[in-house]
């Protein structure tokens, strides 16, 4: 067998796994959701869930699955989706394993700016939906320049583990002054901010479906054009400049990518940290380094897993729920610090 067929049975043997991948997480997901559907504290058959989704249930029943819990479901994989993708640039961007937007303090910052925004209403109901993402992403933007400053070194570029430690420290300020902040908060707002620091998914209408859907409906297909421009970035600076890459410019598109996707999650789910840092790791792990695979893939890893996080939240304590943020960080934060001590070694 010759070098070029053998490149080629290899690569044939890759796409295969990838696609067994991408099919086992799909069922996975589905699965998932049809057991969503029926996780809250009235339940529902399997044969009146059914009917419902083709029109035939009653009117408390559409109420139940198309009014309240079909929209906070496609939420929480499409958030999943965004900030999984999120995290992998960053990653792949920095070299660093560590980066992921909740820790480097992106969606702090887009936090902090739905924040700002909010408290200009009586209640929350009364912002406007689609200007939050928007919103998000000029607070998420003010925190990504601020720490990609403080990180640059001029000769030498970012360094990976500033950019993560000033990211950490940059996050952490965010959250002070957040909850410095709260003390002009009527109460109604106040609850909305003690929830988005949990990171429920607070915004379960399909008003917040349709302001988030065409974020990620128009960045993700444009990331994953940037594929091979991430492969080649992670070869290192030296390599990427011999392979006629424009470092700083391919880095920055990238980041602004990054951090458009994270904002525009976080403006309707709140501060769910870690699915960015999973989601890439195990996708590393099934189907390889090249970011054409990582990309779809840790979308789909990433959708599950906010997925079962939420339906476990609601399940785990009913009638009351465990905000979707917690069950990821329970998992997530061991994982942090592996990841930390390996990093070190």
């Given at each position: ?17 990838v696609?067994?991948?991408?099919l ?9 959701f ?5 996780t ?12 419902t ?16 819990r079909l ?6 994989i ?6 999984a ?38 209640t ?18 003010g ?80 990331i ?26 391919e880095r920055?598109?990238?980041?602004i ?11 309707v ?9 999973i ?13 054409e ?14 997925l ?38």
């Amino acid at each position: 067998m010759t070098n070029k067929q053998w490149k080629t049975t290899s690569q044939l043997k890759k796409e295969r796994q990838v696609k067994l991948t991408a099919l086992l997480l799909f069922i996975l997901i589905s699965v998932c959701f049809f057991i969503s559907l029926n996780t809250g504290h009235i339940r529902l058959s399997p044969q009146e869930k059914l009917i419902t989704l083709f029109g035939q249930g009653t009117e408390q029943q559409s109420l139940i699955l198309f009014d309240f819990r079909l929209p906070r479901m496609v939420i929480a994989i499409l958030v999943g989706m965004g900030l999984a993708v999120s995290g992998a640039v960053l990653q792949g961007i920095v070299r660093n394993p560590l980066a992921e937007p909740g820790i480097i303090g992106i969606n702090a910052g887009a936090g902090l700016a739905v924040m700002l925004f909010i408290s200009f209403f009586a209640t929350v109901s009364d912002a406007p939906v689609f200007v939050m993402p928007i919103i998000a992403f000029i607070g998420a933007g003010g925190a990504a320049l601020i720490i990609y400053i403080l990180s640059y070194k001029r000769h030498e570029g970012i360094s990976p583990i500033r950019l993560v430690l000033t990211g950490i420290a940059i996050a952490a300020g965010i959250d002070a002054l957040m909850i410095v902040l709260t003390l002009r908060l009527d109460p109604d707002n106040y609850q909305f901010l003690a929830t988005w620091i949990a990171g429920s998914i607070w915004g379960s209408n399909w008003k917040f479906v349709l302001a988030l859907l065409p974020w990620l409906l128009v960045f993700l297909p444009f990331i994953y054009s940037k594929s091979s421009v991430l492969n080649i970035l992670t070869l290192g600076d030296e390599t990427a400049i011999g392979l006629g890459a424009h470092m700083e410019k391919e880095r920055r598109i990238l980041l602004i990518l990054a951090v458009i996707v994270a904002a525009a999650c976080v403006s309707v789910s709140g501060g769910i940290g870690f699915v960015g840092l999973i989601a890439p790791h195990l996708t590393r792990r099934l189907v390889g380094d090249k970011h054409e695979y990582i990309i779809p893939i840790s979308a789909m890893v990433g959708g599950l897993l906010l997925l079962v996080a939420d339906t476990l939240g609601r399940w785990m304590m009913q009638p009351s729920e465990i905000p979707a943020g917690i069950i990821v960080a329970v998992i997530g934060a061991p994982y942090f610090l592996y990841l930390l001590a390996k990093t070190k070694d």
